[in-house]
């Protein structure tokens, strides 16, 4: 009776992690989603904006925050701060420097 119980809590542990698994990748994948949408949404208003500017400068300013606001998306809610795909524990300069010893001394 302890060895089938002892089965059952593995599968059901296996199978918990493997929800969890999933319900991360779904977060994450709506997160981008909303990510997209305001690219895009900030994108097909980009023209409207530029063109209410009266100088010159104006126009390089408004062009300036709005090229910001769709570089910077901000936070969504859907993901936590650790869960967070665009803050990797190892960055490609440290990776490619462990890799190669002399790569990044010039």
């Known amino acids: 009776m302890i060895y089938y119980t002892a089965i059952r809590i593995t ?9 969890a698994f999933c319900h991360k990748i779904l977060r994450a994948n709506m ?8 690219r895009q949404r900030i994108t097909n ?7 209410s500017a009266i100088t010159p400068e104006q126009r390089d300013l408004i062009l300036a925050h709005l090229v910001d606001s769709i570089a910077n998306f901000g936070h ?16 490609i300069d440290t990776i490619t420097r462990n890799i190669i ?3 990044s001394r010039e």
């Not at 059901?12 to 493997?18: G, V």
């Open 76 to 91: 969504s809610g859907l993901l936590k701060e650790e869960d967070s795909l665009f803050s990797p524990k190892m960055t």
């Open 11 to 19: 599968i059901l542990s296996a199978l918990a992690a493997i929800v």
């Open 101 to 103: 010893p002399g790569a």
């Open 45 to 51: 208003s980009m023209a409207a904006f530029i063109e």
């Open 31 to 38: 997160h981008m989603n909303e990510h997209n949408l305001h």
